[in-house]
């Protein structure tokens, strides 16, 4: 059974320019979520998709957007890079609930670099 | 808002000594807590969780309580080994919007020597 696979694994931009990261949530599960993770800090919410829309976005500028298809997969785009969005990126996928409880799984992340 | 307090690292221990990292939560409503482990390059992987006041999450020898009374969960193990060195996040899933999502401490790293 897959688990959730991200890509790519690392990639350097320079400011200003556009990046495109992938997500495949696990087998299964139909919600996928997109965190940033900065070094040394915990991850932080960027915005979440179920049916592909958006349902929760987390304190992000609008230059953070994203995509659901209808295989559940999902894609974070990034626009006008700014250095400060050099960071780890998470993928999570989950099955949707209104149960607080549910195992939410995180992908290996993709880590951007901005130059 | 709902928010996750850490203790600060690194916390450095000799092998098979005793683990606690604590952790505090303010959160409306009632909140499942996790803890996950970040292996250096890795993702996170969830360790261990607890969905109500009172429960116990376990798994491969740690283990943490969910204290409503004293809005923690800390984790804690018997005896660490060299492998158990990663960075340790704890995070409570918010309840209230009917889609999961989770807010994360900032992490504690562990350094275990042999």
């Known amino acids: 059974d897959a688990g959730v696979t991200q890509s790519p694994t690392h990639l350097i931009k320079t400011r200003g320019q556009q990046v495109t990261l992938r997500c495949s949530p696990k087998?299964?599960?139909?919600?996928v979520s997109w965190y940033q993770q900065a070094l040394g800090q915990g991850p932080q919410f960027i915005f979440q998709?179920?049916?592909?829309?958006?349902?929760q976005r987390g304190n992000f500028p609008d230059r953070f957007s994203g995509h659901q298809f209808p295989n559940y997969s999902s894609e974070l785009n990034v626009n006008a890079l700014l250095l400060g969005d050099s960071a780890l990126y998470l993928c999570a996928s989950s099955l949707v609930s209104r149960s607080s409880g549910n195992t939410i799984y995180f992908g290996e992340g993709s880590w951007l670099t901005v130059v | 808002g709902n928010s996750v307090t850490q203790m600060e690292g690194p916390v450095t221990l000799s092998e098979e000594a005793f683990l606690t990292i604590n952790c505090t939560y303010t959160a409306t409503g009632y909140p499942s807590l996790f803890w996950y482990v970040q292996y250096p390059g890795e993702g996170l992987q969830l360790l261990l969780k607890?969905?109500?006041?009172?429960d116990k999450g376990s798994n491969k020898g740690f283990e943490a309580t969910y204290r409503k009374e004293t809005t923690s969960f800390h984790l804690e193990k018997g005896s660490v080994q060299v492998s158990d060195s990663a960075v340790y996040f704890c995070a409570l899933s918010d309840p209230g919007t009917g889609f999961q999502k989770l807010v994360f401490g900032t992490g504690t790293r562990l350094l275990v020597s042999p």
């Open positions: 607890a969905t109500k006041a009172d």
């Open positions: 087998s299964g599960h139909d919600t």
């Open positions: 998709y179920y049916e592909e829309e958006e349902r």
